[in-house]
Nanobody, 127 residues
Framework: QVQLVESGGGLVQTGGSLRLSCAASGRTFRSYTMGWFRQAPGKEREFVAAASRSDITTYYADSVKGRFTISRDNAKNTVYLQMNSLKPGDTAIYYC????????????????????WGQGTQVTVSS
């Protein structure tokens, strides 16, 4: 069992930056692929980024590529999402997720393949 707690959300102006953190419980954090998803009002939850267990391989949604960076610190059981050049379209609740999946971006971006989810943190980008 893994418990995930996100933090770092808030209100920021267009062009600003935020860093989200997701702290995981348990001693098996390094065994999990970690992902970030987001859900805007009235929309389905969508993939943002994912990092392999060793943090060597990362995947990004096209909409955030070049602006967001996912990283993980296995010693601290924490995964991060650095978000730069934020746009109003990035406004959403951001969730971190953990799973034992691995493979192509098609697999890593599939929310159904993740086993554990955090409660989410709100990110609002004002224009």
């Amino acid at each position: 069992q893994v418990q995930l707690v996100e933090s770092g959300g808030g209100l920021v102006q267009t062009g600003g930056s935020l860093r989200l953190s997701c702290a995981a419980s348990g001693r098996t954090f390094r065994s999990y692929t970690m992902g970030w998803f987001r859900q805007a009002p009235g929309k389905e939850r969508e993939f943002v980024a994912a990092a392999s267990r060793s943090d060597i391989t990362t995947y990004y949604a096209d909409s955030v590529k070049g602006r967001f960076t996912i990283s993980r610190d296995n010693a601290k059981n924490t995964v991060y999402l650095q978000m730069n050049s934020l746009k109003p379209g990035d406004t959403a609740i951001y969730y971190c997720a953990a799973g034992t999946l691995w493979g192509t971006i098609a697999i890593m971006s599939s929310k159904e393949r993740y086993d554990y989810w955090g409660q989410g943190t709100q990110v609002t980008v004002s224009s």
